[in-house]
């Protein structure tokens, strides 16, 4: 797939509406960039979570939270970044739709510190990839190849703290408490045959 323009016409119409042509250009021509920088993967190795944007084959669009410890996500080289799939509810919403429609948006933010990162470009699902083992409870490994790092104002975003992370985060020597959703009856009866909680929903 070619990297797409920055704008479309729609995009550029509505920048001339607003007469924001010159600044969205000069926006694009001073930010905007294909290849990570170090400050890129610094801020990338420390986030806990970030947004996954995808489209299915009709162009309907779907938008899912990723979280993990910091790391999770890996600027692999200078365009390249790498992130794991974990149990999930099995629905493969966002990593179906990137097999039928490569084309993803990642948007990364920092609550406590206002920042946001957006990283745009296509991307591969695979389950024998051979960095996935460095990615520990990781089902699947996700490839992204960028086409756009693109660093937003952060005026708008809410300053938040973190109370507590996770428990339920993949992590080594360390097994994750089982959800208690997946022992409800309705789900617990047509989980895959080696997921554990099938076990825990009969003691239920």
Known sequence: MSKPPMYHEESRALQDEFDTRRLADRLADTLLRSRFNDEDRQFIAEQRMFFLATTDTEGF?????????????????????LFPSYDGNGMF??????????????????????????????????????????????QLLVRVTVHHIFPNCPRYIHRMQMLEAS??????????????????????????????????????
Request: glycine share 12%; aromatic share 8%; net charge positive.
């Open 167 to 204: 428990p339920y985060v993949p992590c080594e020597g360390r097994t994750p408490p089982i959800p208690k959703w997946k022992t409800f009856p309705q789900f617990n009866e047509v989980l895959p045959a080696g997921d554990p909680a099938r076990s825990q929903g009969k003691k239920e």
């Open 61 to 81: 669009p779907d938008c899912s939270y990723k979280g993990g410890d910091p790391g999770f996500v890996r600027v692999h080289d200078d365009s390249t970044l």
């Open 93 to 138: 919403k966002s990593l179906g739709n990137i097999r039928a429609n490569p084309g993803v948006g990642l948007l990364f933010l920092n609550f406590e510190q206002p920042k946001r990162l957006r990283v745009n470009g296509t991307a591969t699902v695979g389950s024998d990839d051979p960095l996935m083992k460095e990615f520990p409870g990781a």
